[in-house]
């Protein structure tokens, strides 16, 4: 039984939602219909033109609260929207914030255990060039390493640019969306 007054109470919340013109309508003029039989009078009293006139003095009342009601309904959804559009701008920003520090513990992890080793690199090499000067071979192994570190050194530094564009251009998608 629950279930079938819950189904029915989401069926209707779906029509007032979908046609809120029409239950604004339904509740006037029933309201007018309502109020225009004569329950407790008796029947051969005949009503004229101007007695229904007079019982329409509360149908503009109900006209403003059935705008008051389709205003309150736009409203509704509007903010309902403003807020399932903020909770995907907090999921992108989390994602983003969970991305950049994925990113920073990788390039600090590359960074502390490559260049240590690198710099033990860089200063060898250093020393076997002012040994090994005049030995052209060796120059050249040399400008092989250097080279090779040189790009490690890059590789590193493009990661670390890479991030901070990526934080740059997903915050401009960001404010873009919100627009």
Same mark, same amino acid.
């Given at each position: 039984?629950?279930?079938?007054?819950?189904k &029915?109470?989401?069926?209707?919340?779906? &029509? &007032?939602?979908r046609?809120?013109?029409?239950?604004?309508?339904?509740?006037?003029?029933?309201?007018?219909l309502?109020?225009?039989?004569?329950?407790?009078? $008796?029947?051969?009293?005949?009503?004229?033109?101007?007695?229904?006139?007079?019982?329409?003095?509360?149908?503009?009342?109900?006209?403003?609260?059935?705008?008051?009601?389709?205003?309150?309904?736009?409203?509704?959804?509007?903010?309902?929207?403003?807020?399932?559009? $903020?909770?995907?701008?907090?999921?992108?920003l989390?994602?983003?914030?969970?991305?950049?520090?994925?990113?920073?513990?990788?390039?600090?992890?590359?960074?502390?255990? &490559?260049?240590?080793?690198?710099?033990?690199?860089?200063?060898?090499?250093?020393?076997?060039? $002012?040994r090994?000067?005049?030995?052209?071979?060796?120059?050249?192994?040399?400008?092989r390493?250097?080279?090779?570190?040189?790009?490690?050194?890059?590789?590193?530094?493009?990661?670390?640019?890479?991030?901070?564009q990526?934080?740059?251009?997903?915050?401009?998608?960001?404010? $873009?969306?919100?627009?």
């Amino acid at each position: 039984m629950k279930k079938i007054v819950r189904k &029915v109470l989401q069926n209707l919340k779906v &029509v &007032v939602d979908r046609y809120p013109v029409l239950i604004a309508a339904l509740v006037i003029y029933l309201y007018y219909l309502v109020t225009s039989l004569n329950f407790f009078g $008796r029947q051969a009293e005949k009503r004229s033109f101007v007695d229904y006139i007079m019982q329409f003095d509360s149908l503009f009342f109900l006209w403003i609260a059935a705008a008051v009601f389709l205003q309150w309904q736009k409203m509704r959804k509007a903010y309902k929207q403003e807020e399932d559009h $903020r909770h995907n701008i907090e999921r992108v920003l989390d994602r983003q914030e969970i991305y950049s520090t994925l990113i920073k513990d990788i390039t600090m992890m590359l960074q502390d255990n &490559v260049n240590n080793p690198l710099a033990v690199i860089s200063v060898t090499t250093q020393e076997i060039r $002012r040994r090994f000067e005049k030995d052209p071979e060796i120059m050249r192994w040399l400008d092989r390493i250097d080279g090779a570190m040189s790009r490690i050194h890059n590789t590193i530094r493009d990661l670390q640019a890479y991030e901070s564009q990526k934080l740059i251009e997903t915050s401009q998608e960001a404010v $873009r969306k919100k627009s």
